[in-house]
C-alpha cells in the first residue's frame, strides 16, 4: 500500500521576490500576502506623497494591489518587484489627483524661484528640555509628517522617494518620468522648505515617519486577500 504524500509547507518568508511571484502564478495566493508585507510601508509612503492623506493612501494601495494581481503575468523581472509596484502605485495615485483637477502644472513649479512655496511653520517645542523621551520623539515626527504634507506634491514624492525610501536618483527619475537634473532641483527645494519649517532637527526620527507596521499593515493586507477570494470565487 502507497503511503500518502506529505505536502511539505511553503516558507514563504525565505523567498526572495521572484520566487514569491512564482509562487502567485502557480495559484499560492498566500504568496502575496507576503509580497504586500515586505512592500506595505515604501508603497503607502509614496503614494501618501502623492494624495496627501492617511485613508486615500490606503485605497490607493488596494486598488494598486489588486491590478498588481490581475497583471502579475506581464512582470518579466526587467526591474525591482518593488519598482514594478511603485510604478503601478504611482499611476493609481496620480490618476485620483487627476479626478481631483487640483494639480499645478509641474513646468510651472519647476520653473518658480525658491521662494514661492511656503511651509507651514512649527514652532520648536522640545529644543534641550528632554531630547530622550520617546514622546517628543512621536510629536516631532508628528511635525515632521505635517511639514511634508505641505509641500507642493512634486516636492513632496521626490522627497519622499529620496529622504525617506533612499531610492536613487535614477529609479526616482525613471519612476516619476522626469530628467535626474529635475529631482535634485526638486530635492534641493523641498530641504530648503523644511529646513525653514523644522531647522533641521528631526533627522534622527526620519526612518519612523508615515509608519506602515502593525493595524494597518494587516488592514489592508487583508482587505486585499478577502477581495482576491471573492474575485477567484466568482469565476
Known amino acids: 500500500m502507497t503511503s500518502p504524500v506529505r ?8 523567498l526572495d521576490d521572484n520566487a514569491l511571484v512564482a509562487q502567485v502564478r502557480s ?3 498566500e504568496a502575496f500576502r ?8 515604501r508603497l503607502f509612503r509614496i503614494a501618501r506623497s502623492v494624495v496627501g492623506e ?12 489588486m491590478r498588481a494581481y490581475n497583471k502579475l503575468d506581464t512582470f518579466r523581472g526587467d526591474s525591482t518587484l518593488l519598482t514594478w509596484l511603485t510604478s503601478i502605485v504611482l499611476n493609481e495615485a496620480r490618476g485620483r489627483l487627476r479626478k481631483r483637477h487640483t494639480m499645478v502644472g509641474l513646468e510651472q513649479i519647476d520653473a518658480a524661484p525658491d521662494d514661492t512655496h511656503h511651509v507651514i511653520r512649527f514652532p520648536s517645542k522640545f529644543g534641550n ?4 523621551v520617546s514622546a517628543a520623539r512621536a510629536q516631532i515626527r508628528h511635525l515632521l509628517e505635517h511639514a511634508i504634507d505641505e509641500l507642493p506634491e512634486a516636492f513632496r514624492t521626490v522627497y519622499v522617494m529620496r529622504e525617506i525610501e533612499e531610492c536613487t536618483v535614477e529609479e526616482t527619475a525613471t ?8 529631482v535634485k532641483t526638486r ?35 487583508e482587505a486585499v486577500m478577502a477581495r482576491l477570494d471573492l474575485q477567484v470565487g466568482a469565476r
Open 187 to 221: 530635492l534641493h527645494r523641498a530641504r530648503r522648505l523644511l529646513r525653514t519649517s523644522l531647522q533641521g532637527t528631526l533627522a534622527v526620527t526620519m526612518s519612523e515617519a508615515f509608519p506602515f507596521m502593525g493595524q494597518r499593515c494587516a488592514r489592508v493586507t
Open 34 to 41: 507576503h509580497i504586500m508585507q515586505r512592500c506595505n510601508q
Open 175 to 182: 519612476l516619476l518620468a522626469i530628467k535626474p537634473e529635475t
Open 54 to 65: 492617511d485613508a486615500e493612501a490606503e485605497d490607493v494601495l488596494q486598488e494598486s494591489y
Open 27 to 29: 495559484g499560492q495566493r
Open 7 to 14: 505536502l511539505v509547507p511553503v516558507d514563504y518568508a525565505a
Open 129 to 132: 528640555e528632554d531630547p530622550a
